[in-house]
């Protein structure tokens, strides 16, 4: 596609079910990123992909969140019994090999949790 | 770790000029970038340094230091549509991923 896609743009989810957020990056970069914004923020790291491979995981706050992307193109982030305090704008990154200083972002997927 | 420090305001008037630093702390360096994100939208990059000096694109320039850990985006000819936040972000430990400071809200009036 012509740039970082995400889906749903929003979602309001009840405390305790679980959620899957969806990235298609720009085709052709092999580099995925998931990020997590709180307003007033910063983008905070959650996980990395190469191609397949979950190369860093560092950023995923405990083992409710998880992310694969299996066949090297779209990911999944999800979030397992979600809690009022993973209320937030979580955003897909994507990159070119050896460009991942430039990091193309998505539109993000809001995130509410009530 | 690592830290970024950024000022979390400036204000400008349009046409002028405004300079937003950057400090950082880490261990392996592999460069700075800038980001800057509109209200409601999503970080678009700026500009990237990986050595020192003065890297120039139309009228925005960015500058290294590795020697102080010291960077700062410069943006000339302020427009009202320059109103946003910029980000600096360096590479983390792990070399995978962008860490990114906690912005710099910039206000251009008239």
């Known amino acids: 596609g012509a740039g970082v896609s995400q889906s749903p743009r929003y979602k309001v989810t009840k405390r305790g079910q679980d959620v899957a957020l969806r990235c298609d990056p720009i085709s052709g970069h092999v580099s995925l990123y998931w990020y997590r914004q709180a307003l007033g923020q910063g983008p905070e790291f959650l996980t990395y992909?190469?191609?397949?491979?979950?190369?860093?995981k560092s950023g995923l706050p405990n083992d409710r969140f998880s992310a694969e992307r299996p066949e090297g193109s779209i990911s999944t982030l999800t979030i397992q019994r979600t809690e009022q305090r993973d209320s937030a704008m979580y955003r897909c990154?994507?990159?070119?090999?050896?460009?991942?200083?430039?990091?193309?972002f998505g539109q993000g997927t809001r995130l509410t949790v009530v | 770790g690592q830290s970024l420090e950024q000022p979390s305001e400036v204000t400008a008037v349009e046409g002028a000029i405004v300079q937003i630093n950057c400090t950082y702390q880490t261990s392996g360096f592999y460069g700075l970038s800038w980001y800057q994100q509109h209200d409601g939208g999503a970080p678009t990059f700026l500009s990237y340094?990986?050595?020192?000096g003065l890297e120039e694109t139309g009228r925005f320039s960015s500058f290294l230091s590795r020697s102080d850990s010291y960077g700062y985006l410069l943006l000339q000819e302020l427009q009202m549509k320059d109103s946003a936040s910029y980000f600096c972000a360096v590479k983390s430990n792990s070399g995978y991923a962008l860490n990114f400071g906690k912005g710099t809200s910039l206000l251009v009036t008239p």
């Open positions: 992909f190469n191609y397949e491979a979950q190369q860093d």
């Open positions: 990154a994507s990159s070119l090999p050896g460009h991942d200083t430039e990091a193309f």
């Open positions: 340094n990986a050595l020192d």
